[in-house]
């Protein structure tokens, strides 16, 4: 089964890029790369997915190597409404339930 | 845009009584999950649904627990006997499809305090 590192947490200003890497040693070739945020008493929220090289949407890039044994959330100018519990998975079995880690919680400053 | 919604928000209830939590999913998606979040703790998986049956469950999901689609927009989880353990936030989440690259979209939770 693949498993997911990353940083337990991390701290940053308002204004500041944010970088979260996540590691997958053992992904699989038919495995997706998921980030879910997470507020405090809410429920998961789908930020972005990729499978190779760099995904962008309105509030994210997902940077992928070419090995894919990690990847990199990447947050633009992070506010004060971005803290919160960062989730990186990857789809490890036909079944396609999420399996969570302990997700990076990130804190903005002002 | 169309969210998961779930009722009711908050559930105190006294060790041994029965719970239904309620569900919504979003309406033309097919794959429905519940998950569970001790205070703390990881998102943990607790069963998939589709086509009226389980398709998948955790070793969590045992006998006490049961889930149904009693109608065309409920899904529900039942908890027959509950247990001081079982306080923890409950999150529905529904997909349209089943594939590896399929979103989830998760409900804001029932936390359930069970005394």
């Known amino acids: 089964l693949a498993k997911t590192t990353q940083p337990i947490s991390m701290d940053s200003y308002e204004g500041q890029e944010v970088n979260i890497t996540c590691s997958h040693n053992?992904?699989?070739?038919?495995?997706?790369i998921t980030w879910y945020q997470q507020f405090p008493s809410q429920g998961p929220r789908f930020i972005i997915q990729?499978?190779?090289t760099k995904v962008t949407n309105e509030v994210a890039s997902l940077f992928i190597p070419a090995d894919r044994k990690s990847s990199t959330l990447s947050l633009p100018r992070v506010s004060l409404s971005d803290t919160a519990v960062y989730y990186c998975?990857?789809?490890?079995?036909?079944?396609?339930?999420?399996?969570f880690g302990s997700g990076t919680r990130l804190l903005v400053r002002p | 845009e169309p969210e998961v919604t779930q009722t009711p928000s908050h559930q105190v209830t006294q060790m041994g009584q029965e719970v239904i939590l309620r569900c919504v999913p979003i309406?033309?998606?097919?794959?429905f999950y519940w998950y569970r979040q001790i205070l703390g703790q990881k998102v943990e998986f607790l069963v998939s649904?589709?086509?009226?049956?389980?398709?998948?469950k955790s070793e969590i999901f045992d006998d006490q627990f049961s889930v149904e689609r009693p109608d065309g927009s409920n899904f529900t989880l039942k908890i027959r006997s509950t247990k001081l353990e079982d306080s923890a936030m409950y999150f529905c989440?529904?997909?349209?499809?089943?594939?590896?690259?399929?979103?989830?979209?998760f409900g804001p939770g029932t936390r359930l305090l069970v005394l």
């Open positions: 990729g499978y190779k």
């Open positions: 649904f589709y086509n009226n049956e389980i398709s998948e």
């Open positions: 998975l990857v789809e490890v079995d036909s079944s396609y339930k999420l399996i």
């Open positions: 309406s033309n998606h097919l794959y």
């Open positions: 989440a529904s997909s349209e499809a089943r594939t590896v690259e399929e979103t989830q979209y």
């Open positions: 053992n992904i699989a070739t038919n495995d997706y």
